[in-house]
């Protein structure tokens, strides 16, 4: 499994043991608007609507990497107590991947009505 890294350490880390090209890669916003047009992934908003099912809390940061034919939301929320929490999000169905646990005070949130 690949944990989220700035694009700028992802280059670095190539550069010093010289390989051609990284298993993780982050992409510009341009880009990620025409996967959006072409139906490839939900855009930003569907997901988070979807992600909003599951917890609640204010998005602090979001990335969209490609890994292999794979797309994925790596997510960071600020949830009303304090904590942050990172999500993974498959950016093709919104469906949270399987390495992403939710914290007790979220699955509280699953029965809530809204």
Same mark, same amino acid.
């Given at each position: 499994? =690949?944990?989220?890294?700035?694009?700028?350490? +992802?280059?670095? =880390?190539?550069?010093?043991?010289?390989?051609?090209?990284?298993?993780?890669?982050?992409? /510009?916003?341009?880009?990620?608007?025409?996967?959006? !047009? !072409?139906?490839? +992934?939900? =855009?930003?908003? %569907?997901?988070?609507?979807?992600? %909003? %099912?599951?917890?609640?809390?204010?998005?602090?940061?979001?990335?969209?990497?490609?890994?292999?034919?794979?797309?994925?939301? @790596?997510?960071?929320?600020?949830?009303?107590?304090?904590?942050?929490?990172?999500? !993974?999000? @498959? %950016?093709? !169905?919104? /469906?949270?991947?399987?390495? =992403?646990?939710?914290? @007790? /005070?979220?699955?509280?949130?699953?029965?809530?009505?809204?």
């Amino acid at each position: 499994m =690949s944990r989220w890294l700035p694009l700028g350490i +992802i280059l670095t =880390s190539m550069l010093h043991q010289g390989e051609v090209a990284a298993s993780v890669v982050e992409l /510009e916003h341009y880009q990620a608007t025409q996967l959006v !047009s !072409s139906g490839q +992934i939900l =855009s930003l908003d %569907a997901t988070l609507q979807r992600v %909003a %099912a599951h917890c609640q809390g204010n998005l602090l940061d979001a990335h969209l990497f490609q890994e292999g034919d794979k797309w994925r939301y @790596d997510l960071q929320f600020g949830l009303q107590r304090g904590q942050i929490i990172h999500l !993974s999000v @498959d %950016a093709a !169905s919104g /469906e949270l991947n399987p390495d =992403s646990t939710l914290p @007790d /005070e979220c699955k509280n949130h699953e029965t809530a009505t809204r």
